[in-house]
């Protein structure tokens, strides 16, 4: 899923994916609900992978690479930053077009970015 959910262009594999789940799900979307959800879906792998994993796993992949303190500073710095977003459409499909969840999961400040992008 990686693979297909990085690649592409302008965050085309992320929205058919989303389109998909929708679909199968029986819920009606337009462009914004399918932005809205694989903004979720990025955020949810940053969180879970740089965050989560990094606290509580003690080995493998980010596994013990930050510290509970700043885990919960980069939390709340994120938590700002999406809020920030507001109803912003044009700020959610930058997100889905540009961001590389996994240079993200390394480095937070490039989702953050991302995320105030003016």
Not at 39 to 49: G, K, P, Q, R, W
Not at 89 to 105: F, G, H, P, R, S
Request: proline letters at 1%; a negative charge.
């Amino acid at each position: 899923m990686h693979i297909s959910w990085e690649s592409g262009t302008s965050g085309s594999n992320r929205r058919t994916f989303c389109i998909a789940y929708l679909r199968a799900r029986g819920l009606g979307f337009n462009q914004s609900e399918v932005d809205r959800l694989a903004v979720d879906m990025i955020l949810a792998a940053v969180v879970n992978f740089r965050l989560l994993w990094g606290i509580f796993f003690p080995t493998g992949g980010f596994a013990g690479q930050i510290e509970m303190k700043e885990a919960l500073l980069e939390l709340s710095q994120l938590k700002e930053a999406v809020e920030g977003l507001g109803d912003d459409l044009e700020k959610y499909a930058l997100l889905v077009d540009e961001t590389d969840v996994w240079k993200c999961i390394q480095d937070i400040d490039l989702l953050l970015d991302l995320c105030t992008k003016d």
